[in-house]
């Protein structure tokens, strides 16, 4: 039997930053005050969450009290200056290793900044430490427990990031995402998060892998839109992309007219509860004047549903292929430390082959087409975050074979990782006392408006409890 939790999205009160920032530019609370009430809950709960790779205490109180000489000044560097930040540890910091949860790079020491960190740090945030990855941003788990019950996964590849911010230890997390890493430990962890627009934020040495894009988790969604907006004002999208559009203050809730019900594959996998929970939360929304359009009402909409009916498949492809040479020069090198679960990845990346690799692109590609082709029909299209709240997880079973997906199913977010779409995830349902996120996804650039779509629906709709 699955274990129960304590959350209730009704009453459940995120770490925030935005709405302290008052308070410091009135002298009266400081960031290295808040800071320092961050590393008490991180004292507290870290023994048990297990969300943090490397913490560094020292640069962190230094930048924390560098943010509060500013506002004393009335000079901050911008809104998220003071606030304390994990940075996913596949990204580098110059002055914590990036060990990408494998084995093969244990105290590995870039003195690098991804251009992510270093653009932070230019904004004054707080580069507090490096959070849990699965092992290469893939599937094998690193230690991270779900934050509302350690016997379930945080999910990943984001772990650490979703944990942290479910847990109050800090009010936002850097993750990134290629088949399901943020929004499914988003939708576990209680998080708000933006996976944006393919390319809209600077990946840095995350270049390697088509579907790769970076995003955030935080306690509420000015938090989650400020970090990423300040991100991409100093670093921009990745070569040969745009960039993040949008104000650079948090877009303004935005009442949608018309809201497509995205199922995907995984459809079949949610358990009844969960369906209950998404059901009454779509009633709320017709009960709003919110028009919900299914398959079964559009051919377009069955067209779309049926060019993502195998996302997991195409993005494990793809990634596979993608990553087979530097995976199979990373077990050359560091012989028996690469999991088993990652070289079963590269075996299948190799046998893939080119002619696989290229079918797997040209449905990816027919996929967008007929996402494009839905545009006019409705403001965005409305899902589940994951099939259900977090599953157990305590472990792979000696003697038995490895877990399928010891992170969780991702099936509701491989078609948006495939479709390089932008989408949210908002905290508003419980299962049995576990987290389960409602996404908002939009189509290519409108990132602005699926957040402004994502506050609404957090503002205007109740937060819906299913205990079965």
């Known amino acids: 039997m699955k274990g129960r939790g304590d959350y209730d999205p009704?009453?459940?009160?995120?770490?925030?930053?935005?709405?302290?920032v008052p308070r410091f530019i009135e002298a009266l609370d400081t960031p290295r005050r808040y800071l320092e009430r961050c590393l008490e809950n991180i004292e507290a709960r870290e023994p048990v969450v297990r969300a943090w790779a490397a913490l560094n205490l020292a640069g962190a109180r230094e930048a924390a009290d560098a943010a509060t000489r500013r506002y004393a000044q009335g000079a901050p560097l911008s809104p998220i200056d003071g606030m304390p930040i994990g940075i996913k540890d596949l990204f580098e910091t110059r002055d914590m290793p990036t060990q990408?949860?494998?084995?093969?790079?244990?105290?590995?020491q870039t003195g690098r900044d991804a251009p992510?960190?270093?653009?932070?740090?230019?904004?004054?945030?707080?580069?507090?430490?490096k959070t849990v990855t699965t092992e290469l941003g893939m599937s094998h788990p690193g230690p991270t427990t779900n934050p509302f019950n350690p016997r379930h996964t945080p999910g990943g590849s984001s772990s650490g990031s979703g944990a942290a911010v479910g847990a109050g230890m800090v009010p936002a997390a850097i993750g990134s995402q290629v088949g399901g890493s943020i929004i499914r430990p988003a939708s576990y962890?209680?998080?708000?998060?933006?996976?944006p627009t393919l390319g809209a934020l600077n990946r840095g040495e995350r270049l390697g892998l088509s579907q790769a894009v970076l995003g955030t988790h935080a306690g509420c969604p000015e938090d989650m839109w400020l970090v990423a907006i300040e991100v991409a004002r100093r670093t921009g999208g990745d070569p040969g992309y745009p960039g993040l559009f949008g104000p650079f203050e948090t877009p303004q809730p935005v009442r949608p007219q018309r809201l497509i019900v995205m199922e995907t594959e995984s459809w079949k996998s949610v358990d009844s509860a969960s369906h209950e929970a998404f059901a009454r939360l779509l009633a709320q929304l017709g009960e709003q004047g919110v028009e919900v359009v299914r398959r079964s009402d559009s051919l377009l909409v069955?067209?779309?549903?049926?060019?993502?009916?195998?996302a997991k498949a195409i993005c494990g492809a793809i990634s596979s292929y993608e990553l087979r040479w530097s995976t199979r020069e990373l077990e050359e090198r560091h012989p028996g430390k690469v999991s088993a679960r990652m070289l079963a990845r590269m075996h299948g990346g190799q046998?893939?082959?080119i002619d696989g690799y290229r079918l797997r692109l040209q449905q990816r590609e027919e996929a967008r087409r007929r996402q494009a082709a839905v545009a006019p029909l409705a403001d965005a299209m409305i899902s589940l975050s994951s099939p259900g709240p977090a599953p157990e997880w305590?472990?792979?079973?000696?003697?038995q074979p490895l877990a399928a997906t010891p992170t969780g199913d991702y099936g509701f977010n491989a078609a948006t990782s495939m479709l390089g779409a932008p989408a949210v995830s908002v905290p508003l349902l419980a299962v049995n006392g576990m987290p389960l996120g409602v996404q908002i996804v939009g189509q290519p650039h409108e990132d602005a408006r699926a957040v402004g779509i994502a506050r609404w629906m957090a503002a205007a709709l109740q937060p819906v409890r299913i205990d079965a």
Request: aromatic content about 8%; proline content about 3%.
């Open 100 to 108: 990408m949860g494998c084995e093969a790079y244990a105290g590995n």
């Open 302 to 310: 069955e067209s779309f549903e049926q060019s993502i009916a195998q």
């Open 189 to 195: 962890c209680a998080n708000h998060a933006l996976k």
């Open 394 to 399: 305590l472990g792979d079973v000696p003697g």
């Open 10 to 20: 009704a009453t459940f009160r995120p770490l925030t930053f935005f709405d302290a």
């Open 116 to 129: 992510v960190v270093r653009a932070l740090r230019e904004a004054g945030a707080v580069v507090l430490g």
């Open 351 to 353: 046998a893939l082959g």
